[in-house]
């Protein structure tokens, strides 16, 4: 069975309490004793289908609480007992309410009672503390990834983020989008590694990125900066693979004045200039190394200017989009994918995205994925600062 659809983590964190079951579920008691009592005047004295209700209250703690639970054995019980001393039952002659065979089954019915409602309390207690972890996990997603401002000057955005398990919250993907005195300026990048490590290391990246984006005049600069903190950050943990603590990363600049898009790529999977009739990988083959390998870089950061006229869309990604397989194993086309749907608003975008992905893998995704999506709208400059929350 295909697990449900998972959405993207996007949004306010809420609490919420533990999992409500499915209705089959919390109805499964009913059914379990109906079929019961339909089916002891069906058999012979000897197979007393009776000795079944036994098993009623562990049915019911897969669902319920300990009360119900509780309530469910005496149920159970006081049926048991009305079964075994009713004579007319599979033409029995005689009742059996007192029998050793059907006192026994009480006193088993009263003890499975007893783990059942134990088991009970503890499913209700791990419930309700997975979903405190959940909210926990919500809040610090929110602190990693804030939602990210609809509109931010004539810059429309749009992000999203996919865990590649359902129980995940948080990941090793980061994306922001900063105004600043020279332009809008975004960041797309994917940590290598999984785990703890890699989240404090996306958090390290995304705190950098905030404050530098406003101070260096230049995107090369930036690009610098940001290597420079990626490679201090990977030297104060320590250990033996500090070198291989590395992420990749694109920065991108749009100016408020003028209709042109500039990007440093660190390593990560190239852009996409989203228009009307074209999808274009923004790909000059001079992508520099992923932070904190920058000493292979032999020459300073390069910037690459495309224009971006109003109505076309730039499409950041983590490899996590292009690297994702179907049954054959075959990847994810993304740009074949992104002609073939046509003109869309940002938003619709990436929920098309979102679903398909899903249903490529069969919803089998092997990474986190995240996606930016930036379009600019017709109208003059405005201000970087004129923005508005979702």
């Known amino acids: 069975m295909r697990s449900p659809r998972r959405q993207p983590v996007a949004g306010a964190a809420t609490r919420t309490g533990p999992p409500v079951p499915p209705a089959w579920m919390r109805w499964l008691p ?17 197979w007393p289908v009776s000795f079944l209700l036994v098993a009623l209250p562990l049915v019911t703690a897969f669902a319920h609480g300990p ?30 309410l007192w029998d050793r065979h059907y006192v026994a089954d009480y006193v088993c019915t009263v003890l499975v009672g007893g783990l059942g409602t134990i088991l009970a309390a503890h499913r209700i207690h791990r419930e309700r503390t997975l979903a405190d972890v959940r909210f926990v996990a919500d809040i610090a997603q929110r602190v990693l990834l ?34 600043t005195a020279f332009g809008v300026r975004l960041l797309i990048g994917d940590v290598r590694g999984k785990g703890l490590l890699a989240v404090e290391t996306a958090a390290a990246v995304l705190g950098a990125f905030r404050e530098a984006a406003h101070e260096e005049p230049d995107l090369a600069a ?32 749009i100016p408020a004045d003028g209709r042109v898009v500039r990007v440093v790529n660190c390593g990560h999977p190239p852009p996409l200039l989203v228009r009307p009739d074209e999808v274009r990988e923004l790909d000059s083959g001079r992508s520099g190394p992923p932070l904190n390998l920058g000493m292979l870089l032999t020459e300073a950061h390069h910037i690459d200017s495309y224009p971006f006229r109003p109505g076309e869309q730039l499409l950041l990604y983590t490899d996590g989009v292009t690297e994702t397989r179907d049954a054959n194993g075959v990847f994810y086309p993304l740009a074949r994918r992104l002609r073939s749907w046509g003109p869309l608003e940002p938003r619709t975008l990436l929920d098309r995205l979102h679903h398909d992905l899903l249903d490529y893998s069969g919803d089998r995704l092997q990474d986190d994925t995240a996606a930016l999506a930036a379009c600019l709208l017709d109208g003059g400059p405005r201000s970087v600062d004129d923005s508005s929350e979702p």
Do not use: K, W
């Open 67 to 96: 009360l119900v639970v509780a309530g469910a054995t005496a149920l159970a019980v006081v049926l048991e007992g009305v079964l075994a001393g009713t004579p007319c039952c599979a033409g029995r002659s005689v009742g059996y």
């Open 146 to 179: 804030r939602p990210l401002p609809r509109r931010i000057g004539n810059l429309r955005l749009e992000s999203f983020y996919l865990s590649a398990t359902a129980e995940a919250r948080i990941g090793g993907d980061l994306y922001e989008a900063v105004p």
């Open 30 to 46: 009913v059914c379990y004793v109906a079929v019961v009592l339909i089916l002891e005047p069906l058999t012979p004295v000897d």
């Open 222 to 253: 930036l690009a610098r900066r940001m290597e420079q903190s990626v490679s201090r950050r990977a030297a104060h943990i320590g250990g033996s693979e500090t070198g291989e603590r590395f992420v990749t990363a694109v920065f991108a600049e």
